[in-house]
């Protein structure tokens, strides 16, 4: 079942805020279908009420959800207008909201550990889809990467759960001095099994992710970040170009209703030949083993 057939459309009100440091929120909002049915990887199309702009909803990740209050979520960074009105959001007060929507990831082969590959605001799903994996009996290794460390916002909720988290900075003032790929590669080296990866962050991160798994022979998860219109298929503003193992050439898909999650090796990135192919052989197409989150 595509798990957008549950969605639901609310009036959701703002049951709490919480503001970390910079441009970042954490908003708690009332919906009933997305707290009972969100999986980890899936979003909502979100728009305060309070003005009139910007037109169209925007995407945000459900970072976590409460079933018992009928609560969920979200971790957001006021970038622009649509951002900056749902921050200033009042309790009380609503947004137009559109869930639970997309495809989730899904959980890793018994036996594997999921490294969480994590750039900025990319966090977001990492919270819920440990949950999943641990109540799964599964485990899980968090990467989280940013310019500087107040771009790492979300590091104890891991913390409470006894989730292993590995920071990176660009500017080395938390973690690893580097980029997070390199933190993933360095456990690579040491690590005692066998390992699926998940990466949600910038196209950069996750195309370094993508080569990451390539070159090691693992499976790995994506979480697409295009620009989404209406977030169920209809407008086509969100379509990437995907070619998966038994196809020719790639087809342009909708990441909102086919993603945003997709395994990496069937992501045509920029820079990369569509038409070549090889690279798909290589790595024998689309991912074995995987279970249905
Ligand atoms: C599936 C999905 C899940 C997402 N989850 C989250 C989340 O959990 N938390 C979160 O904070 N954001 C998330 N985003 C990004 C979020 O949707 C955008 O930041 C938001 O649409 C910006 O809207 P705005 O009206 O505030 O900014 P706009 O006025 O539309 O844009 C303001 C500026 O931000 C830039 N911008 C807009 N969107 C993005 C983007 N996606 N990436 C980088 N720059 C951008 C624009 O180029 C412009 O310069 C997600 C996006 C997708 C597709
Ligand atoms: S956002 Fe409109 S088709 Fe995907």
Same mark, same amino acid.
């Given at each position: 079942?595509?798990?957008?057939?549950?969605?639901?459309?609310?009036?959701?009100?703002?049951?709490?805020?919480?503001?970390?440091?910079?441009?970042?929120?954490?908003?708690?909002?009332?919906?009933?279908?997305?707290?009972?049915? @969100?999986?980890?990887?899936?979003?909502?199309?979100? +728009?305060?009420?309070?003005?009139? %702009?910007?037109? =169209?909803?925007?995407?945000?990740?459900?970072?976590?959800?409460?079933?018992?209050?009928?609560?969920?979520?979200?971790?957001? +960074?006021?970038?622009?207008?649509?951002?900056?009105?749902?921050?200033? *959001?009042?309790?009380?007060?609503?947004?137009?909201?559109?869930?639970? *929507?997309?495809?989730?990831?899904?959980?890793?082969?018994?036996?594997?550990?999921?490294?969480?590959?994590?750039?900025?605001?990319?966090?977001?799903?990492?919270?819920?889809?440990?949950?999943? =994996?641990?109540?799964?009996?599964? $485990?899980?290794?968090?990467?989280?990467?940013?310019?500087?460390?107040?771009?790492? /916002?979300?590091?104890?909720?891991?913390?409470?759960?006894?989730?292993?988290? !590995?920071?990176?900075?660009?500017?080395?003032?938390? #973690? !690893?001095?580097?980029?997070?790929?390199?933190?993933?590669?360095?456990?690579?080296?040491?690590?005692?099994? @066998?390992?699926?990866?998940? @990466? &949600? #962050?910038? %196209?950069?991160?996750? /195309?370094?992710?993508? *080569?990451?798994?390539? $070159?090691?022979?693992?499976?790995?998860?994506?979480?697409?970040?295009?620009?989404?219109?209406?977030?169920?298929?209809? &407008? *086509? #503003?969100?379509?990437?170009?995907? /070619?998966?193992?038994?196809?020719?050439?790639? !087809?342009?898909? &909708?990441? &909102?209703?086919?993603?945003?999650?997709? %395994?990496?090796?069937?992501?045509?990135? +920029?820079?990369?030949?569509?038409?070549?192919?090889? $690279?798909?052989?290589?790595?024998?197409?689309?991912?074995?083993?995987?279970?249905?989150?």
């Amino acid at each position: 079942m595509i798990r957008s057939e549950v969605a639901e459309n609310l009036e959701a009100p703002l049951i709490a805020r919480e503001r970390l440091d910079g441009e970042y929120i954490v908003l708690t909002f009332r919906h009933p279908a997305v707290a009972q049915e @969100a999986r980890a990887g899936q979003f909502v199309m979100i +728009k305060a009420n309070t003005w009139p %702009d910007p037109v =169209l909803r925007r995407p945000y990740s459900v970072m976590n959800v409460d079933p018992e209050r009928a609560t969920f979520t979200l971790f957001l +960074k006021a970038v622009g207008t649509g951002s900056r009105h749902l921050a200033d *959001l009042r309790t009380g007060e609503t947004a137009g909201c559109l869930g639970p *929507l997309g495809r989730p990831f899904t959980l890793p082969p018994e036996g594997h550990e999921a490294l969480l590959v994590a750039g900025g605001y990319g966090i977001a799903p990492f919270r819920l889809f440990c949950d999943q =994996l641990l109540r799964e009996g599964l $485990r899980a290794r968090v990467f989280y990467g940013g310019r500087t460390a107040g771009d790492l /916002q979300v590091r104890e909720p891991f913390a409470a759960l006894g989730v292993p988290l !590995h920071a990176a900075t660009d500017d080395g003032s938390a #973690g !690893h001095h580097g980029r997070v790929t390199e933190a993933v590669e360095e456990y690579l080296e040491t690590r005692p099994g @066998a390992v699926t990866l998940f @990466a &949600c #962050g910038p %196209d950069a991160m996750l /195309q370094a992710v993508a *080569l990451l798994a390539e $070159r090691r022979s693992l499976t790995a998860q994506v979480s697409l970040d295009p620009w989404m219109g209406c977030g169920v298929g209809t &407008c *086509l #503003g969100c379509v990437v170009p995907i /070619q998966r193992a038994h196809e020719e050439r790639p !087809h342009f898909r &909708c990441a &909102c209703a086919e993603g945003p999650v997709f %395994d990496s090796r069937d992501v045509v990135w +920029k820079g990369e030949d569509a038409s070549c192919s090889w $690279r798909r052989a290589q790595t024998g197409g689309e991912a074995s083993g995987s279970r249905a989150g």
